[in-house]
């Protein structure tokens, strides 16, 4: 049994999209690919073939990916999220009790994560170091390189 993976409402279209331009448009591309190839000749020594009919492999495989990812996302229903507490789908200011930076993160669902957004897995040492804390808790992480950091949790709203 898959288990079911939350997703924000944005991240739900921004899936859909890429299912919907990688099923139509990219598809498209491909096949027009693959028939340009075979028009060179003899496909079992041609590499252009070979080429497009990897990509096209590779293509399938993604949008599988993301079908299945589709499938077992559960979408974060803003309404109904806590900011009491961090949770999938909160925007958290934390501050680092050592260095005294400032930072914040949207807690997210994994196929979401991205750290250059400041888009944290719960998945994540941080992002599951922070579920279930209240404004005003130090947390402390076990970070995977380096000593342990504590955070200290100034802000919960939603995203």
Same mark, same amino acid.
């Given at each position: 049994?898959?288990?079911?993976?939350?997703?924000?409402? *944005?991240?739900?279209?921004?899936?859909?999209?890429?299912?919907?331009?990688?099923?139509?448009?990219?598809?498209?591309?491909?096949?027009?690919?693959?028939?340009?190839?075979? *028009?060179?000749? &003899?496909?079992?020594?041609n590499s252009e073939y070979d080429d497009a009919k990897n990509?096209?492999?590779?293509?399938?495989?993604?949008?599988?990916?993301?079908?299945?990812?589709?499938?077992?996302?559960? #979408?974060? &229903?803003?309404?109904?999220? &806590?900011?009491?507490?961090?949770?999938?789908?909160?925007?958290?200011?934390?501050k680092d009790q050592k260095s005294g930076e400032s930072k914040?993160?949207?807690?997210?669902?994994?196929?979401?994560?991205?750290?250059? *957004?400041?888009?944290?897995?719960?998945?994540?040492?941080?992002?599951?170091?922070?579920?279930?804390?209240?404004?005003?808790?130090? #947390?402390?992480?076990?970070?995977?390189?380096?000593?342990?950091k504590q955070l200290k949790i100034t802000k919960i709203e939603?995203?």
């Amino acid at each position: 049994m898959a288990r079911e993976t939350p997703i924000t409402p *944005e991240g739900l279209e921004k899936l859909k999209a890429e299912i919907e331009y990688l099923s139509t448009v990219k598809r498209r591309e491909v096949a027009e690919r693959i028939k340009e190839a075979r *028009e060179f000749g &003899d496909i079992s020594e041609n590499s252009e073939y070979d080429d497009a009919k990897n990509e096209q492999a590779l293509l399938e495989q993604r949008i599988a990916q993301l079908e299945e990812r589709l499938r077992r996302a559960t #979408v974060i &229903d803003a309404s109904k999220i &806590d900011n009491e507490v961090v949770q999938v789908g909160n925007r958290v200011h934390v501050k680092d009790q050592k260095s005294g930076e400032s930072k914040k993160f949207q807690i997210v669902g994994p196929t979401e994560a991205n750290p250059a *957004e400041a888009k944290l897995s719960n998945e994540s040492p941080i992002g599951k170091a922070l579920l279930g804390h209240k404004r005003g808790d130090i #947390v402390t992480i076990d970070v995977p390189r380096g000593p342990k950091k504590q955070l200290k949790i100034t802000k919960i709203e939603a995203a």
